[in-house]
């Protein structure tokens, strides 16, 4: 078992920068790649984020790709995602999860084996 707690979430204005974490215990952090994923009020999670286990591969979803960084400290068991030129698009559920595959680039939900409880993230004009 893998333990998530995301935090970081809040209420700031279109343009601004907020870092998200997420914190996990249970199993070798390293061993499992990481991704963060949102969804807004009435619509379906969609995919972030990615780092591979050892942090050296990241992939993100089109529309943060650029203002959106995800990164992780492995000694800390802790996973980030800077946010930056925040949109109020961008307003959602923030989710991280855990992979027990930790190469490569998976997107889909079905392919994370541990989620967090989410944090929320508004943006407002």
């Known amino acids: 078992q893998v333990q998530l707690v995301e935090s970081g979430g809040g209420l700031l204005q279109a343009g601004g920068s907020l870092r998200l974490s997420c914190a996990a215990s249970?199993?070798?952090?390293?061993?499992?790649?990481m991704g963060w994923f949102r969804q807004a009020p009435g619509q379906e999670r969609d995919f972030v984020a990615r780092?591979?286990?050892?942090?050296?591969?990241?992939d993100y979803g089109y529309s943060v790709k650029g203002r959106f960084t995800i990164s992780r400290d492995n000694d800390k068991n802790t996973v980030y995602l800077q946010m930056n030129s925040l949109k109020l698009e961008d307003t959602a559920v923030y989710y991280c999860?855990?992979?027990?595959?930790?190469?490569?680039?998976?997107?889909?939900?079905?392919?994370?084996?541990?989620w967090g409880q989410g944090t929320q993230v508004t943006v407002s004009s």
């Open positions: 249970g199993r070798t952090f390293s061993n499992y790649a």
């Open positions: 999860a855990a992979d027990h595959w930790p190469y490569g680039f998976r997107s889909r939900q079905s392919e994370y084996d541990y």
């Open positions: 780092i591979s286990g050892g942090g050296h591969y990241t």
